[in-house]
């Protein structure tokens, strides 16, 4: 056997460590099933896509009846928008106060149809290419369209009206003959579809060609927006909700419902979360005193093997193979804990959702890792700090 | 290590007094490889003061301690470390045992450090120094003088320039003293290292090189 360890184990105090290991089990238990809740829960409430997307949030004020004029955003609302907290920016959708046609020849033919142009400050917009900017006296128009119209055409409309499937590439080779009036102008334009927007379901122009347009074929006249785009840093959260409410404004595709689900999931998991870290912190003060009182007691053994030769960190190392011992082992076990309720609530879980959902305890494990870690690491500091000081005391 | 200087070292108890006639404090000192020394003294004139100030474990002296050259207040950890396992060993006048350990593992807590000696050359060391049968025996039920041979055998388990050995012979008698003496010069001249023992009264039968009055 290790001599170091046969000296140094006296006083090791079986039934500290034992409640150490109990205690921190319990919290790093609790903590993990938390995460892993959590982790598990999050899908089912917010919508694929949810990480680029909800970030970001349009505005309109409701039409209440039919041929009423919409209602617009005047500049104070913008400016009362832009100050409160939880609202990062905001930006305005400019439209077209001019008719546009748009074009195409298709196998000799041509075809061309009534449009609108919108446009947003560039910061808003989710594509990112080179050909995105226009400069007065071009005559190519870069365009982005809603990625979910060419989905509607080619898994709502070419499939079942026997249409070939068409790409993205596709449509960007297509040249649109763009028709602009107004002012008693009309004037033809190129235009080029340059990228595919999940997030503004509108047809976008660059800002500069829209206010250059606005001002050659409409008066010009600064008009106000109707559609504001906001970016939030956190779009469910309850203010930003009550603000919308009581300024009378409708959020586009916001998912109401789920987005107060989630704030009371974050809620419950907050609070099981801070009840296991308060067990692992009453834990790690149990161990951190349990070794203090370990060293202070075979404070002389320590002393006379230094004093023969061996360094402190080897002095050191056996109680720091014992806390690693103990951190791995609360770690694999709190894993493990974690993994089983994930077995017990899935069942319930999966009759919520449609398909199958993955059910793998990555989040627990991760999280396990992560603390069992930082409290091996702490405590390893600990035992080196005080093995220092009794290496320094002369 | 070559050698070993001691200027104008001082404990901090005796700093201010004026009455102090010691062959040691306060003067120039220097021990030097392959010499030995005894440094004789009564009890309460720092014998083992004088001891610990070279082995690192105190260090509230005046003046300077120099290892060849260099000041050992400047000692870190590590290089304390590296001087008790290549440097100086000691017989500590306190042996500083390991009371649950036996006799073997006393010796061997050591030597598995170093690596230095076999297990037959510790071996025969217990049998010449009679304690072959308490090579199994926990130390906190051994007398002192079988201890104190215990200690000498572990102090020997490492490489050395200067052995240190503090009343190494307090508790022996006449005939264990000699076969001490013998084995420590035999090792002292294997390793050509010094020896510097001290003594309150009885001392190990050596032709030293230098007496020292503490």
């Known amino acids: 056997m290790n001599l170091i360890w046969k000296l140094l184990k006296q006083h090791v105090s079986i039934f500290e460590l034992g409640v150490f290991f109990v205690a921190n089990l319990i919290g790093l238990a609790i903590i993990l099933?938390?995460?892993?809740?959590?982790?598990?829960?999050?899908?089912?409430?917010?919508?694929?896509?949810?990480?680029i997307g909800s970030d970001y949030m349009i505005i309109t004020r409701p039409v209440e009846r039919f041929g009423q004029e919409p209602l617009r955003f005047s500049g104070e609302d913008i400016e009362e928008l832009h100050e409160q907290?939880?609202?990062?920016?905001?930006?305005?959708?400019?439209?077209?106060?001019?008719?546009?046609?748009?074009?195409?020849?298709?196998?000799?033919?041509?075809?061309?149809?009534?449009?609108?142009?919108?446009?947003?400050?560039?910061?808003?917009v989710d594509v990112e290419s080179r050909a995105w900017r226009y400069e007065i006296g071009d005559k190519v128009i870069p365009i982005i369209i809603p990625r979910n119209y060419l989905n509607l055409y080619n898994f709502g409309f070419s499939s079942t009206q026997g249409l070939p499937q068409i790409t993205e590439d596709m449509i960007k080779r297509i040249e649109l003959d763009i028709e602009l009036s107004g002012n008693g102008l009309e004037e033809h334009f190129r235009g080029s579809v340059v990228g595919f927007s999940d997030r503004l379901n509108t047809i976008l122009v660059p800002m500069s060609f829209m206010n250059w347009a606005n001002e050659r074929y409409a008066d010009g006249s600064d008009a106000e927006s109707s559609r504001l785009i906001l970016e939030v840093a956190d779009p469910a959260s309850p203010e930003l909700a009550t603000f919308l409410r009581e300024r009378g404004y409708v959020a586009e595709e916001q998912p109401a419902e789920s987005s107060k689900a989630?704030?009371?999931?974050?809620?419950?998991?907050?609070?099981?979360?801070?009840?296991?870290?308060?067990?692992?912190?009453?834990?790690?003060?149990?161990?951190?005193?349990?070794?203090?009182?370990?060293?202070?007691?075979?404070?002389?053994?320590?002393?006379?093997?230094?004093l023969i030769g061996y360094t402190p960190r080897q002095v050191a190392s056996p109680y720091v193979r014992l806390t690693i011992a103990l951190n791995t082992a609360i770690m694999l076990l709190g894993i493990g804990l974690a993994a089983i309720a994930q077995q017990l609530y899935m069942d319930h879980l999966s009759l919520l959702a449609a398909g199958d959902l993955p059910c793998s305890p990555i989040a627990a494990i991760v999280a396990g890792v992560v603390v069992a870690g930082a409290t091996a690491l702490f405590n390893i500091a600990i035992i080196r700090r005080k093995i220092g000081q009794i290496s320094r005391k002369r | 290590m070559k050698e070993i200087r001691l200027s104008n070292v001082v404990p901090e108890i005796f700093a201010e007094r004026d009455d102090l006639r010691s062959g040691v404090w306060c003067g120039d000192v220097c021990f030097e490889r392959g010499k030995s020394y005894l440094i004789e003294a009564a009890s309460g004139t720092g014998k083992s003061s004088l001891c610990s100030y070279l082995y690192g474990q105190r260090g509230d002296y005046r003046g300077s301690i120099l290892f060849d050259g260099v000041d050992i207040s400047k000692f870190n950890t590590e290089e304390w470390c590296r001087v008790r396992r290549d440097s100086i060993a000691i017989l500590f006048q306190d042996l500083r045992l390991f009371g649950e350990l036996t006799?073997?593992?006393?010796?061997?807590?050591?030597?598995?450090?170093?690596?230095?000696?076999?297990?037959?050359?510790?071996?025969?060391?217990?049998?010449?120094?009679?304690?072959?049968?308490?090579?199994?025996?926990?130390?906190?039920?051994?007398?002192?003088?079988?201890?104190?041979?215990?200690?000498?055998?572990?102090?020997?388990?490492?490489?050395?320039?200067?052995?240190?050995?503090?009343?190494?012979?307090?508790?022996?008698?006449?005939?264990?003293?000699?076969?001490?003496?013998?084995?420590?010069?035999r090792e002292v001249a294997k390793n050509g290292a010094a020896v510097i023992a001290t003594s309150i009264g009885k001392s190990m039968n050596i032709n030293y090189d230098k007496r020292l009055k503490l």
């Open chain 1, 262 to 306: 989630m704030y009371l999931l974050k809620v419950a998991i907050a609070i099981i979360v801070v009840i296991g870290v308060v067990f692992s912190i009453l834990s790690i003060i149990i161990l951190t005193l349990s070794i203090y009182l370990l060293l202070q007691k075979n404070i002389d053994k320590l002393e006379n093997l230094m």
């Open chain 1, 85 to 124: 907290a939880f609202i990062a920016d905001v930006g305005a959708f400019v439209s077209s106060e001019y008719e546009v046609y748009g074009g195409v020849v298709f196998s000799g033919q041509r075809l061309s149809t009534m449009m609108f142009f919108e446009s947003v400050p560039d910061a808003f």
């Open chain 2, 103 to 185: 006799a073997i593992e006393n010796v061997e807590i050591k030597n598995r450090m170093t690596h230095c000696r076999t297990h037959a050359e510790i071996e025969t060391w217990f049998e010449e120094l009679g304690i072959t049968d308490k090579r199994d025996v926990r130390i906190d039920r051994m007398s002192y003088g079988q201890q104190q041979r215990v200690a000498l055998i572990r102090a020997l388990c490492q490489p050395f320039d200067f052995l240190l050995l503090d009343e190494p012979i307090s508790h022996l008698d006449d005939q264990n003293s000699d076969i001490m003496r013998d084995i420590i010069l």
């Open chain 1, 33 to 51: 099933c938390g995460i892993q809740l959590y982790s598990d829960i999050k899908p089912l409430l917010v919508g694929e896509n949810s990480l």
